[in-house]
């Protein structure tokens, strides 16, 4: 249905910096690229030209030179941000679909082509950090597909960047204080030399399935669920009731940490098949641009998304205590991370032989199965918040974006959390086996509104 006419490699307009950046935090990083899908509405009268976007991109690199540049292997499964200014990619692609034929945008068959292709088989020195994909509808609409490589940058490195793009092809100039700081030295400096004070646990391997080794069903499903700000605010004064995790709770808890718990709940519960002693975690990401001290510049363009992890609970534990008690356990996890435990991972960083081992323990929440065996179940959940990604700046002339979301999954038990294009409520997209989706689907509204706390094994 997506049909992919013209590719087109763009370079910076202007000569750009030469040199190698090395980050310890993306070590950590996948050199996969995250999908992020923009959808405009159509507009009248309006022709939106391929030589705006190239022009402006090639603008947009000449001040974020290192996401023209390529990545390049160093030993021990390590890289480095070689700034070649080999450039970005932009497609030009046509849909005889209409935008409203997608509903909601969910994650999966068309909407998968609305993202562009990475190609992974050549030489990583010879993969685009950046491919861009414009995709025209007949009814005049318009999707912008990025696929950004998660180990030069984070979600919020990449929004500043989009938007800057965006501000360049409506003709605008940038500003000093959009000007993007590349130098990583200011967070690699905060390794202290010595050994990690602490577990880092976040890096040991997730929990297995522990149930029966009969076949399982490998297909997955992809669902988005809305949440609006009353149900949110349900949410939370369930969390808040249970004084038992609560008794010297500093602040309130935030939306992100009352959803995700409340998925680990009904996911828990969807997968539970009576298997009460399962272990399971939560996994997630935090910016710590403002954890640090003295904290990053907003500038900063790198990777400062750091992994923490809940403590590894049971089924039971999850599923038949209140809902507080899966929220304090990913208060507990985010408030971890700390300028000191930061410190601390990055010296866990630089002494690991083999970063490979360390990335996929942590993002793939199920346990990696080796060729020849066979997938016995996922316990666990990794849930990552877009809820602070200023989508809204992403006008390239053409309007804001109504939608804005992962574009496709395929990662069992990997969820996201977005606000929604009105600012009123919460989207959620999230990846399960096929055969749990239903349960899950039925228990994540039903429990919302269930008031009375089913009675405690604990």
Known sequence: MVSVHSS????????????????????????AHAPQLFVYEPISNHNVSIQTLIT???????????FAGRLCWIGGARWVLDCNAKGAQILEASCQAKLEDFGDFVPTGVVEQLIPTVDYGPPIQEVPLLVVQLTRFRCGGLTIGIAFCRGVCDGTGSMRFISSWAKLARGEALDLS??????????NSRKLNRAPRFDHSEFSPPPPWLGSSGSVDTKTGVAVLKLTKVQVNKLKQKASCDFSVNK????????FEVV???????????????????PTRLSTLANCRNRLKPPLPDGYAGNVAFPT??????????TYRPLGFAVWNIREALDRLTDEYVSSTLDYI??????????YNFHYPAPFVRKGEEFKGNPNLFVVSWMNFSFQGADFGWGKPVYFGPGFMDSEGKAFVMNNSNGDGLILAICLQASHMDEFKKLFYQDIDHVAFPTSRF
Request: glycine share 6%; proline share 7%.
């Open 309 to 318: 992890v809940t403590h590894t609970c049971t089924f039971d534990e999850i």
């Open 8 to 31: 087109y490699t763009v370079v910076p307009s202007e000569a750009t910096p030469n040199g190698k950046l090395y980050s310890l935090c993306e070590q950590i990083k996948l050199r």
């Open 350 to 359: 630089e002494t690991q032989k083999d970063m490979n081992t360390v990335r």
């Open 248 to 255: 010297n709770k500093a602040r309130p808890y935030t939306s």
């Open 260 to 278: 995700a718990g409340h998925l680990w709940r009904c996911v828990s519960k969807a997968r539970h098949a009576g298997n009460g002693g399962q």
């Open 56 to 66: 402006s991109l090639g603008k947009a690199l000449v001040t974020y030179y290192p």
């Open 178 to 187: 959009e000007m993007p700081i590349h130098d990583r030295t200011p967070l």
